[in-house]
DNA sequence: ACTAATACTCACCTAAAGGTATGTATTATA
DNA sequence: TATAATACATACCTTTAGGTGAGTATTAGT
């Protein structure tokens, strides 16, 4: 596997590629309130907790860049965004919810060990 | 999902978890040389482009830490030391396995986008 | 004139990730 | 006495991620 630029970085292999794109602290929380709604800016501020309104913005503008999610703004005041997942990330559902699924495990197996402690 | 505890670090739901475990630059490209073979430090060295010691080394002790992988040292000179997927790490192969398929999928539809550019 | 909504934007700061370059311990062998 | 091998460690620096707190534009309603 060559390496790979995007957007004018270089990748070293798929798996980066896939990980600078669903990676950090927000984007799969953001991705997984929007896997079967479409949800206005101000809901998904309500439903991440500890979310800040400057990380939710970058975060969604990033997605949307990859083509991810789609943006969708209304021209009415007080102003209304919605924000939906693309294909795109509609594919991206299946490794999150593998992920998540790995990760409930590992944290139910944590309790017991240190139950036994 | 309330907050989680792991290792003094608070986690926001079990994706940020395992992307901790998995994220960065080298985490999964070590565990994938190791996927079906032992390897040695300096084998992981040269099968990883680009990586530098210092990276190589914290990361295999972190991966090492959250017990996805362990470390076989033999007492001899030069120094051996052998690395392995635990069965812990072993079960991240599905995950990392179908981020690299979804990868490829896009890096080969990003060519056909920029031929027709 | 003032406030309420909503979806941002901006300035500033800290911490973590990651890169570069160099050094080290040990023992067999030339 | 010098060198080769191997698996690190250490110091230093830059870049990126992420947090905090405050401000803004627009219009309807009081």
Redesign the pocket.
């Known amino acids: 596997m060559p390496d790979f630029i995007y957007k004018g ?1 270089v990748y070293y292999n798929p798996v980066q590629f896939v990980m ?1 794109m669903i ?5 799969a929380p953001i991705l997984w309130r929007l896997r079967n709604e479409v949800k ?4 998904l ?1 309500k439903d991440i907790p ?12 990033q997605l949307e860049a990859d083509g991810l999610i789609s ?1 969708k ?1 209304y021209a009415v ?7 939906a997942l693309t294909v795109k990330g509609k594919r991206l559902m299946v490794i999150i919810e593998q992920i998540r699924e790995y990760g409930l495990e590992l944290i139910e197996e944590e309790k017991k060990n240190n139950e036994i402690k």
């Open positions: 970085k600078e990676g950090g602290t927000w984007k206005r800016y101000g809901e501020r500890h979310i800040s309104d400057k990380m939710l913005t970058t975060q969604l503008r943006r703004v005041v007080p102003p209304k965004t919605e924000y």
